[in-house]
């Protein structure tokens, strides 16, 4: 039974910076993708964040690019989003999610290609 249960959502002021963390059990392919989504508030969709694969590569969508950083604790088997210099537009649920596929890096924020999601930790920059 995969779980991944988030954390480290705050309410910070805008400059601020926080780290959320994605905590997955019961997930043990060699090969896969990972990656943070978040819904903005009032929004329908999840918008793709940060992407990673287990060979390294990372995907960053276009409004966090520069500010944000994803990596991995393969030894804990965590998976952590670094937020730096947070603005009001990046408030809203976020999510991890994983998928035991390699998907090409330029797929990373594809949100339907993922098959096991968090349930979500907020984020509020006001």
């Known amino acids: 039974h995969v779980q991944l249960v988030e954390s480290g959502g705050d309410s910070v002021q805008p400059g601020g910076s926080l780290r959320l963390s994605c905590a997955v059990e019961?997930?043990?392919?060699?090969?896969?993708?990972m990656a943070w989504f978040r819904r903005g508030t009032g929004r329908r969709a999840r918008e793709g964040v940060a992407?990673?694969?287990?060979?390294?590569?990372?995907s960053y969508g276009d409004s966090v690019q520069g500010r944000f950083v994803i990596s991995r604790d393969s030894a804990q088997n965590i998976l952590y989003l670094q937020m730096n210099d947070l603005r009001p537009e990046d408030s809203g649920m976020y999510y991890c999610?994983?998928?035991?596929?390699?998907?090409?890096?330029?797929?990373?924020?594809?949100?339907?290609?993922?098959?096991?999601w968090g349930q979500g930790t907020q984020v509020t920059v006001s």
């Open positions: 992407g990673f694969r287990n060979d390294g590569q990372t």
């Open positions: 019961g997930f043990t392919s060699r090969s896969f993708s």
């Open positions: 999610a994983a998928d035991a596929q390699y998907w090409p890096s330029t797929s990373l924020l594809r949100e339907n290609l993922y098959a096991y």
